[in-house]
């Protein structure tokens, strides 16, 4: 059971460059989500996916865009990192709003 | 609106003794209530979630919470802590009708002692 994987694990980026962070779930869910988590701050959300095709901004999207072309995957796209962006980035997936999350490991972006 | 308070941010309990971790929350509507666990470097795990059926929900490892709406408390107990119970705690409120409306809590770092 792979459940919801993250790739890459750890990134360290400069400022001003771009990447794209995979989510990928294998257990037909129509929410995506993708999460960051800074110290003493609980998760927040960034941006979120009720089924393929779709997108919506969460609590904290500026800086962020993510794209959801196939039911699986769903990116999350920095385009010009910046420090603040240094974080730990979770993404998540449920089969309905107050149903269950399931998270991926995590992945660690520093911004230098 | 919602919003949910974590009340400690760091517990610290010993091996064998009881485990009270507490939220209380705030919400327009009926919520969803969720526990999830994280252990160090690795993501959240949920507990136990609480929909509207019984107030007194038990989830995995021997956690529980009771739902108290008159307190609009969610908090999470274990009578007896173990070592592998060393982890970070989040209560999350959701209002089950929109999926980019979840809360988490700032969470609470359990630290348990030999």
């Known amino acids: 059971n792979a459940g919801v994987t993250q790739t890459p694990k750890f990134r360290v980026l400069k400022t001003g460059q771009s990447m794209t962070l995979l989510c990928a779930q294998d257990?037909?869910?129509?929410?995506m989500y993708w999460y960051r988590q800074d110290p003493g701050m609980g998760l927040r959300l960034i941006h979120y996916s009720v089924g393929e095709g779709t997108t919506a901004k969460g609590e904290v999207p500026d800086g962020y865009n993510v794209s959801r072309l196939k039911k699986q995957n769903f990116l999350l796209g920095l385009e010009s990192a910046a420090p603040s962006q240094t974080s730990v980035y979770f993404c998540?997936?449920?089969?309905?709003?107050?149903?269950?999350?399931?998270f991926g490991q995590g992945t660690r972006l520093t911004v230098v | 609106a919602q919003s949910v308070t974590q009340l400690d941010s760091h517990v610290s309990v010993s091996e064998g003794t009881p485990v009270l971790l507490r939220c209380n929350y705030s919400?327009?509507?009926?919520?969803?209530l969720f526990w999830y666990v994280q252990h160090p470097n690795k993501g959240l795990q949920l507990l136990l979630k609480y929909t509207s059926a019984a107030t007194l929900v038990k989830g995995i490892n021997g956690f529980e919470a009771e739902f108290k709406k008159s307190e609009t408390s969610f908090h999470l107990t274990k009578p007896s802590a173990h070592m592998s119970d060393a982890a970070e705690y989040f209560c999350v409120v959701s209002p089950g009708t929109n999926a980019g409306k979840s809360t988490f809590g700032d969470g609470t770092t359990l630290t348990v002692k030999p």
């Open positions: 919400s327009s509507y009926s919520p969803s």
């Open positions: 998540a997936s449920s089969y309905s709003a107050n149903t269950e999350a399931f």
């Open positions: 257990m037909n869910h129509e929410y």
